[in-house]
Nanobody, 115 residues
C-alpha cells in the first residue's frame, strides 16, 4: 500500500525558510520520480519541483533559485528546502508519485507566509 506522509509546514515570515519532508512507503522509492505540488486557496494545484530516481531536478520558474528538491533513497524520503519565502508561496504543499498506473498524493502540509 503506497503511503506519502508530508511534514514540515508551518508559519514563517517573508524571507524565511522551511524544509518540507515526504516519507514514502509501499513502492520502489529509488526508481520513482517524486514531485512536490502546491495549491493556494481558489487556485489550481500546480507543480513546483520534480526529482528523478537518479537525482535530476526541475523547477517551476517562480521558485528557481529559492527552492531545492532532494531525496534520500536510503530513508525513502524526499525533501523541499524553501528559502526566501514570500506570501505568494503560501499554499498546501503535496508530495506526489506515480506507482504502477496510479497517481498517489499525500495529505498535504500547510505553508503560511505572513508577518
Amino acid at each position: 500500500q503506497v503511503q506519502l506522509v508530508e511534514s514540515g509546514g508551518g508559519l514563517v515570515q517573508p524571507g524565511g525558510s522551511l524544509r518540507l519532508s515526504c516519507a514514502a512507503s509501499g513502492f520502489i522509492f529509488w526508481a520513482n520520480p517524486m514531485y512536490w505540488y502546491r495549491q493556494a486557496p481558489g487556485k489550481q494545484r500546480e507543480l513546483v519541483a520534480t526529482i528523478t530516481g537518479s537525482g535530476s531536478t526541475n523547477y517551476q520558474d517562480t521558485v528557481k533559485g529559492r527552492f531545492t528538491i532532494s531525496r534520500d533513497n536510503a530513508k525513502n524520503t524526499v525533501y523541499l528546502q524553501m528559502n526566501s519565502l514570500n506570501p505568494e508561496d503560501a499554499a498546501v504543499y503535496y508530495c506526489n508519485t506515480v506507482a504502477g498506473v496510479k497517481n498517489y498524493w499525500g495529505q498535504g502540509t500547510q505553508v503560511t507566509v505572513s508577518s
